[in-house]
C-alpha cells in the first residue's frame, strides 16, 4: 500500500504580516516567534557591522602589516645566512680587489715622479722622430684619491710613426692615455697630430685628507 508524501505546511505570510502589524513595541515580550526571531538576527547582524567597523577591521589590518614584515624580516635572516655561509670567499675577494687596486696604483706615479713621466713622453715621441711643436701640461683634474694631469700635444710626422709613438706610450711603466687625437695634412708632406695625453698620479696623505675634508664641507 502506497502512503501519500506529505504536504509542507502552507505559509501564511498575511498572518506573519499581521504579527509585525500588530506588535506592542512597549512590551516585546508578548511578541509572537517569527518578530522576536526577526529581532534577534538584527540585533546580531548589527553587532557583527559594528564589532567589524570598530574593532576588527583595524586589527585585521594590522595582521596584514605584520605578516608582510614577517616576510621582509625572512628575508633579510636569509640574506644575512647566505652572506655568512660565504663570509670566507667575500673575505678572499676582498684581497684580492686589494691586492688588484695595490698592482694599479703602483702604477700611478707620485707627485715627484711627474716629471721624469713627462720626459719619457717627450722622450718617446723624439725616439720616433717625430717633432713637437707643441708640449703643454695643463691644470690637474683632482679626483678621490688620484690627479689627472692632462697634456696638449701638437706633433708633426708620418702616420707609422705615429702609431710607433702610441705603442711606446702604451708600454711605459705608468699610465699615460691618447684622448681627442686629430691627424691633419702639415707642410712637406708630413701629418700634424693634435692629442691630449693624460697621465695620472696617485694623492699623498696630505691630500687625501685635504680631498675628505673638502668633500666634508661640501655635505655641511
Same mark, same amino acid.
Given at each position: 500500500?502506497?502512503?501519500?508524501? &506529505?504536504?509542507?505546511?502552507?505559509?501564511?505570510?498575511?498572518?506573519?504580516?499581521?504579527?509585525?502589524?500588530?506588535?506592542?513595541?512597549?512590551?516585546?515580550?508578548?511578541?509572537?516567534?517569527?518578530?522576536?526571531?526577526?529581532?534577534?538576527?538584527?540585533?546580531?547582524?548589527?553587532?557583527?557591522?559594528?564589532?567589524?567597523?570598530?574593532?576588527?577591521?583595524?586589527?585585521? %589590518?594590522?595582521?596584514?602589516?605584520?605578516?608582510?614584515?614577517?616576510? %621582509?624580516?625572512?628575508?633579510?635572516?636569509?640574506?644575512?645566512?647566505?652572506?655568512?655561509?660565504?663570509?670566507?670567499?667575500?673575505?678572499?675577494?676582498?684581497?684580492?680587489?686589494?691586492?688588484?687596486?695595490?698592482?694599479?696604483?703602483?702604477? !700611478?706615479?707620485?707627485?715627484?715622479?711627474?716629471?721624469?713621466?713627462?720626459?719619457? %713622453?717627450?722622450?718617446?715621441?723624439?725616439?720616433?722622430?717625430?717633432?713637437?711643436?707643441?708640449?703643454?701640461?695643463?691644470?690637474?683634474?683632482?679626483?678621490?684619491?688620484?690627479?689627472?694631469?692632462?697634456?696638449?700635444?701638437?706633433?708633426?710626422?708620418?702616420?707609422?710613426d705615429?702609431?710607433?709613438?702610441?705603442?711606446?706610450?702604451?708600454? !711605459?711603466?705608468?699610465?699615460?692615455?691618447?684622448?681627442?687625437? &686629430?691627424?691633419?695634412?702639415?707642410?712637406?708632406?708630413? !701629418?700634424?697630430?693634435?692629442? &691630449?695625453?693624460? &697621465?695620472?698620479?696617485? !694623492?699623498d696623505?696630505?691630500?687625501?685628507?685635504?680631498?675628505?675634508?673638502?668633500?666634508?664641507?661640501?655635505?655641511k
Open positions: 500500500m502506497k502512503t501519500k508524501p &506529505t504536504s509542507l505546511p502552507k505559509i501564511d505570510f498575511q498572518a506573519i504580516a499581521d504579527d509585525f502589524r500588530y506588535l506592542n513595541p512597549n512590551d516585546p515580550s508578548v511578541w509572537p516567534l517569527i518578530p522576536k526571531v526577526t529581532l534577534l538576527v538584527g540585533v546580531f547582524v548589527v553587532l557583527l557591522v559594528a564589532g567589524w567597523w570598530f574593532l576588527w577591521s583595524d586589527q585585521l %589590518v594590522e595582521l596584514e602589516n605584520k605578516q608582510k614584515e614577517e616576510e %621582509v624580516l625572512k628575508q633579510q635572516f636569509l640574506d644575512k645566512k647566505k652572506q655568512a655561509v660565504n663570509l670566507d670567499l667575500y673575505v678572499e675577494q676582498l684581497a684580492e680587489i686589494d691586492r688588484s687596486f695595490g698592482a694599479l696604483l703602483k702604477q !700611478l706615479p707620485n707627485k715627484s715622479e711627474i716629471e721624469a713621466l713627462l720626459i719619457e %713622453v717627450n722622450q718617446a715621441g723624439l725616439g720616433r722622430g717625430l717633432q713637437f711643436d707643441l708640449f703643454r701640461p695643463g691644470a690637474e683634474e683632482v679626483k678621490d684619491f688620484y690627479a689627472v694631469l692632462p697634456i696638449s700635444v701638437k706633433i708633426n710626422g708620418g702616420y707609422h705615429f702609431g710607433a709613438f702610441a705603442a711606446d706610450i702604451a708600454k !711605459l711603466p705608468r699610465i699615460v692615455t691618447l684622448n681627442n687625437i &686629430t691627424i691633419t695634412p702639415g707642410q712637406g708632406g708630413v !701629418l700634424a697630430l693634435d692629442a &691630449t695625453t693624460k &697621465t695620472f698620479r696617485y !694623492l696623505d696630505e691630500e687625501v685628507a685635504r680631498q675628505k675634508k673638502a668633500a666634508q664641507g661640501a655635505k
